[in-house]
C-alpha cells in the first residue's frame, strides 16, 4: 500500500510517501510560511522527486487534530481535496497518535507521552506504550493541565519519553522526564503515515477536524453569552 501522509497541525509542515511500512521519502518545511502556501506544493515536488504519479497512490491519510485550528484545517482540506480529485479513500488520524509513532525510538516497554502546547497551561495529550514495536494507546486524547497530566506520569513510575511541540513544558514541570530528540520531538508525516496503516478506507466527504475544543473566538462568545 503506498500511502501519502500530510502533517499541518503545528509550526512545521511535513508531507510523507510511504510503501507497506517503509519510508519512501519526507519532506518539512518549518520557515514561517503559512501552511496554505507549502503544504500542496511540498506534495507536488515530493511525487516528482520519487517518481510517482498521483494515480499511483492508493490512500491519503493527514492528522485530523488536535492542534493549530488553523493548521489542521488546512491538512483536512487538502486532503479532502485530493481524495476527491483522484477518487481514492482518505484517512484521518490523531496528531498524537501519530508522534508517539516517534516513540518507539525509546525501546519496547517505554511510556510516551505525547504534548502539544494547548495554551491557558494546558496542553493537548494522550499517553502511549511500545508494545511489538509499535505504540498502544493508554489513554484517550484530551486537553488537560499540566498539573494532572505530571500527577499521572508520577502515579505511573516510569520516567516518560516526552514528544510534541508541549514536551518542554512538561520537562520543565517534571525534570526526571526524557526529552525526545529534537528531530523526534516534532511531529512528521510518517508518523501519521504509520498510524493510518491500520484504519480503515474512508472517503474524502467523512474527513472531519478534531478539536479537542472551543477555539478562542468560540470561548469568548460563549463567555459573552453567559454574561447576559
Request: hydrophobic content about 45%; aromatic content about 4%.
Amino acid at each position: 500500500m503506498l500511502i501519502l501522509a500530510m502533517e499541518s497541525t503545528a509550526k512545521a509542515a511535513s508531507v510523507a510517501l510511504v510503501r507497506d511500512g517503509a519510508l519512501v521519502a519526507q519532506s518539512t518545511q518549518c520557515s514561517g510560511l503559512t501552511h496554505s502556501r507549502t503544504l500542496l506544493p511540498m506534495a507536488e515536488d515530493l511525487l516528482k522527486n520519487a517518481g510517482v504519479k498521483l494515480a499511483e497512490v492508493d490512500r491519503f491519510a493527514v492528522a485530523h487534530g488536535p492542534g493549530s485550528f488553523t493548521g489542521v484545517r488546512i491538512g483536512v482540506a487538502a486532503v479532502k481535496g485530493l481524495a476527491w480529485a483522484a477518487e481514492k479513500p482518505a484517512v484521518g488520524v490523531s496528531t498524537l497518535e501519530a508522534m508517539a509513532w516517534h516513540g518507539v525510538a525509546a525501546g519496547e516497554g517505554s511510556l510516551i507521552c505525547c504534548a502539544m502546547d494547548a495554551r491557558r497551561n494546558q496542553v493537548y495529550n494522550a499517553l502511549f506504550e511500545i508494545r511489538n514495536g509499535k505504540p498502544v494507546r493508554l489513554t484517550e486524547d484530551r486537553a488537560i493541565s499540566l498539573d494532572d497530566l505530571m500527577a499521572g506520569l508520577k502515579a505511573d513510575g516510569r520516567t516518560p519519553f516526552l514528544v510534541g511541540d508541549g514536551a518542554h513544558l512538561c520537562k520543565a514541570a517534571m525534570d526526571s522526564a526524557m526529552l525526545a530528540p529534537e528531530n523526534l520531538r516534532m511531529q512528521s508525516a510518517w508518523g501519521v503515515a504509520m498510524a493510518a496503516m491500520d484504519k480503515p478506507d474512508a472517503s474524502g466527504a467523512a474527513l472531519q477536524p478534531v478539536y479537542l475544543r472551543l477555539s478562542q473566538a468560540e470561548r469568548e462568545r460563549q463567555a459573552r453569552l453567559n454574561e447576559q
